[in-house]
């Protein structure tokens, strides 16, 4: 099993930062594809960013220019900074990890990012 638990959310005026933090525990598989999805009211979940074990990232559309996700292998932790937030950044935001070689993958409990004036 794989634990992930998130921090960093919080409420921040448009034009702000945050950077959200993840850090897995567990029996984690050094192959593995670390990243951060978020889901809106009323809306599905969607991708953000992700960043494979050996450094190779992907970022949506919707945070590209303006999010940096990194991950530290070592520590097994993952971080998405994310600067000149808009409302429309607003979601709870999920810390995921995959395990391409047996097909899992594993969710944190997500946190709460509130992007208003």
């Known amino acids: 099993q794989v634990q992930l638990v998130e921090s960093g959310g919080g409420l921040v005026q448009p034009g702000g930062s945050l950077r959200l933090s993840c850090a897995a525990s567990g029996r984690i598989f050094s192959t593995n594809v670390m990243g951060w999805y978020r889901q809106a009211p009323g809306k599905q979940r969607e991708l953000v960013a992700t960043i494979t074990n050996g450094g190779i990232t992907y970022y949506a559309d919707s945070g590209k220019g303006r999010f940096t996700i990194s991950r530290d292998n070592a520590k097994n932790t993952v971080d998405l900074q994310m600067n000149n937030l808009k409302p429309e950044d607003t979601a709870v935001y999920y810390c995921?990890?995959?395990?391409?070689?047996?097909?899992?993958?594993?969710w944190g409990r997500g946190t709460q990012v509130t992007v208003s004036s």
């Open positions: 995921n990890v995959q395990f391409p070689v047996f097909s899992t993958n594993y």
